[in-house]
């Protein structure tokens, strides 16, 4: 049978991979698939590398559940993305509601990039530095970093994160890029003007959770060819395909061809190394609990039994 980072492998990718996250590596019959290489190339820690994972007091880090992924993922042979440094999500309060200078929100900025990637120095294939810095008309998030320090602080985060870990490649990570309009033209602008700048910055990320029935190959692939085309790197970095639920035969042959024009679109843009899943089993998906409603997203159901959108990545792959 096929297995999906093996094609993606032999198609030429870097990488196929999934999410994870802690609680669910005391989960035997879920680690068992998620440790086969053949299956999985590469790891994301869904939640244990966020901020306030991390450091939840100010100069207190906890690198516990982070370092339980990459163990894991040096014990299997699978490369790691890091995820991810600079957030307005999963933030700690201290972060979130302190009463910040340019100065101090600086030198907080500098210290949480400098010590995390350091931790992490030469284990880490990329990392996601800057996490969802747009809205979808094209502006700059208002979060506390824009707020305090205006766009500067992608800079700064990129360069921290450069002279801490120069080996890892530095992304700018982002969802709804998967679509022509105002929110890629604004991440094109952004790139454009940072490499302008000298920044150190070396892919962008493709989130992908796409409704059922709402992916559009053309526009994704014409969107990362727009980023490869300034020299950067792109992945498919979070994909799965959410369904109204309850899902019919047909939502899920829906969701195999869903799954195999993301693929497809990866394959047609030689700067596009890897496609991650966002988490691989309906068992542990997102949607739920943020789309009441929705779920079944994953390729895998929740029996940790292959869905026919598993023959759909293999399918993009041009493995079955
Ligand atoms: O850790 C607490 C736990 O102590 C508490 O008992 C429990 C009760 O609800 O909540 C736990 O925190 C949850 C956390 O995941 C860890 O499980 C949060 O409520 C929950 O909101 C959080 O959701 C995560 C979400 O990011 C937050 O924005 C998802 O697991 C994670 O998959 C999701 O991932 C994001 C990417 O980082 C960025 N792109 C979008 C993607 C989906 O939202």
Redesign the pocket.
Known sequence: TVTLNTAAKAAGKLYFGS?T?N?ELTDSAYLAILRDTAMFGQLTP??SM?WDAIEPEQNVFDFTGGDQTVALAEATGKIIRG??LV?H??LPDWVMYGDWTPNTLTSVIETHVRTEVSHYRGKMYAWDVV??PLNDDGTMRADVFYNILNSSYITLALQTAHAADPYAKLYI?D?NLEYTGPKINAMVQLVEDLLAAGAPIHGVGF?S?FILGDVSGTQLQTNMERITALGLEVAVT?LDVRIQLPATDANLEQQKADYTTVVQACMAVPGCVGVTV??YTDKYT?IP??FPGQGEACPWDANLLPKPAYDGIAMGFNAS
């Open positions: 999410a996250d609680p869904g939640n966020k995820h991810n957030w999500s999963q996490n969802e990570n969802y989130e959770h979070e966002w988490d997102w609990a943020a």
